[in-house]
């Protein structure tokens, strides 16, 4: 659609976007995108692992189905992001996206076999893999020196969106059956291609290509490194939790899938509290390294204690935990993941955080699924709490005692 575009229209779109009103507009319109391009990522979310188990798959095929998202954003993350940079574009990588949600949701739908669950959801994580684009697309919405509270932005509409979508999920599964949350998210998908195609690109976003002498650079930066490697263990914990085995740990005590709406709720709330506050405030208080340590080392008592919860009231308060905890770790480490790093270069160095990151996504969910086969479901949750104490560790050691309040703002 773009390259259709003359250079007088592409001129006026810029201008436009220049001014603060245009620019507080392009915001808004954008973050209403990334709303509903979450919500039909994470509608069916609280319900996947429950249902790929209702089609008969076993703790590994389960584990499988939830690893190949990450699998696939390890494998398309740093490529968007490169290719994005090299471009100068935004935009067909935002198309793409949603695109592949849409076709994702519909695929789920298509056939009711672990294999095409399996399907499905690899399409997801390309789906996922086009979030690098949003964010530097929306970071060019803001002057350089706003990127924090654009990052900010960006991770509470994320939390809001998922909530929103995953406190319904159990309920639409419960009343109109296992198919409904994947075919409402295909048709929310569909509509926010269709707000994307007004999107602007961001002027900033023309001034400069990335070089491709300078992606060595990027990628070992030792910032960016360490922070990587501590968001891989951060997305273990959270992929073998709430977004992985913890809504079937429900379900095996007892719960009904309508009831997987207060669960979700127990951890997106304190989890959306803790993002726009926390780590501002904590950061201040003991600064980043004692912030990291504390969200990390929560985590792992709160993920330690899911199995042993015999009502579904006292793990929704494991999930209370949590959900802080997990809320202090990821705006902090999103934030620390572009320091340092020139405009132009930041989609491929946002590229790299998030392929990296993704190990975990898709790790963490296989990992534990092996251990869930010989342990049961117990020794998932021991696994995700060992990773939490080594990132405590490692944020020990990699991380320098500063304050956070400046990389945090709402």
């Not at 002057?143 to 509409?157: C, I, R, W, Y």
């Not at 319904?168 to 994947?182: K, T």
Request: aromatic content about 14%; glycine content about 10%; some cysteine.
């Amino acid at each position: 659609m773009g390259d259709e575009v003359t250079v007088q229209q592409q001129s006026d779109t810029l201008k436009s976007a220049e001014s603060p009103q245009s620019r507080g507009e392009s915001r808004l319109f954008f973050l209403a995108i990334v709303f509903l391009f979450w919500f039909s990522s994470y509608i069916y979310v609280p319900v996947l692992s429950p249902y790929v188990e209702h089609l008969g798959a076993s703790y590994m095929m389960v584990g499988m189905v939830l690893g190949v998202y990450g699998l696939m954003q390890i494998l398309f993350r740093l490529p968007l992001g490169m290719g994005s940079d090299y471009m100068k574009r935004r935009r067909p990588f935002i198309y793409l996206g949603l695109i592949a949600t849409a076709v994702s949701c519909f695929l789920f739908l298509w056939g009711a076999s672990p294999g095409w669950a399996l399907a499905a959801r690899a399409v997801s994580g390309i789906a996922a893999s086009a979030w690098v684009v949003y964010t530097v697309m929306f970071a060019g919405y803001f002057p350089k020196e706003e990127a924090a509270k654009a990052m900010g932005m960006l991770q509470f509409t994320t939390v809001i969106a998922q909530l929103s979508s995953m406190m319904l999920s159990g309920y639409i599964a419960e009343h109109w059956g296992w198919g409904a949350p994947f075919l409402i998210g295909g048709i929310v998908a569909i509509g926010a291609l269709g707000l994307a195609f007004r999107l602007p690109e961001p002027k900033s976003e023309q001034r400069q290509a990335i070089q491709l002498k300078d992606l060595a650079v990027v990628v070992k930066e030792p910032l960016l490194v360490k922070v990587s490697l501590l968001s891989v263990l951060a997305h273990c914990v959270l992929f073998i939790t709430m977004f992985g085995y913890t809504p079937s740990q429900a379900l095996h005590i007892g719960a009904s899938k309508e009831s997987l709406g207060w669960l979700t709720l127990s951890f997106m709330i304190p989890h959306a509290v803790a993002t726009l506050y926390g780590a501002r405030f904590f950061g201040r208080l003991v600064g980043e390294r004692w912030t990291l340590i504390l969200g990390f080392a929560g985590s792992a008592v709160f993920t330690l204690l899911i199995p042993s919860m015999p009502t579904l009231g006292a793990l929704c308060a494991t999930q209370i935990g949590n959900g802080f905890m997990q809320g202090l770790i990821f705006p902090l480490l999103l934030s620390k993941s572009v320091s340092g790093v020139a405009p132009f270069k930041r989609a491929t160095a946002m590229g790299f955080y998030q392929a990296v990151y993704a190990i975990g996504m898709s790790g963490g969910p296989f990992a534990a699924g092996w251990m869930s086969s010989r342990y049961g479901l117990t020794g998932g949750f021991w696994l995700g709490a060992v990773a939490a104490l080594l990132a405590a560790a490692l944020s020990w050691l990699w991380i320098k005692d500063t304050s956070a309040s400046g990389g945090r703002t709402q």
